[in-house]
């Protein structure tokens, strides 16, 4: 159980375009998402976590306006990064938590590539 | 500030030469330390949620205890599959619900 999925796995992109990745619980509602980043051996940074019907909360030095996040269901979280630059390409990984205190679960990460 | 430190950065290992890893932590109320397994290319694979000092979790040859200050995850007999890198986190009660803040990982070869 606690599987959570992402979509692409990898994406290359134009300078300037928008991109958009999904990340879905697929055996569990969750009531929370949240989104990092990693750059090459480096560790996970939280971008922002999003309740389910709530605007997401962004960390600090995160632009909000740039990485739009939405939370429509308890499966289904989503990530657009507008007016994408090569300084966004990183590797995006989701992760999901049903409940209070509980642990989050991983996705497999979305390789993102802007040219 | 809520920090994590892993240590060492990188742990080339025999196969069947146990060891361990280390996870030095200080943060504001520690809700809960916990052990994630990450493999190249894929995002963390849970392992271990610890939650108070003197608490230890086992999964075939791992072994994660908890002190006040850090968290030892120990590999006994290690094998050449349980290379990767072990990324630890804490989620301490003033950093907002559920946050988790990661340590840079330690990077683990295992040598047949």
Known sequence: GAV??????RVICKSGTSVKIECRSLDFQATTMFWYRQFPKQSLMLMATSNEGSKATYEQGVEKDKFLINHASLT????TVTSAHPEDSS?????ASGAPESEQYFGPGTRLTVT | EDQVTQSPEALRLQEGESSSLNCSYTVSGLRGLFWYR????KGPEFLFTLYSAGEEKEKERLKATLTKKESFLHITAPKPEDSATYLCAVQASATGFQKLVFGTGTRLLVSP
């Open chain 1, 76 to 79: 289904l979280s989503t990530l």
């Open chain 2, 38 to 41: 990450q493999d190249p290319g």
């Open chain 1, 91 to 95: 590797f995006y990984i989701c992760s």
């Open chain 1, 4 to 9: 959570v999925s992402q979509h692409p796995s």
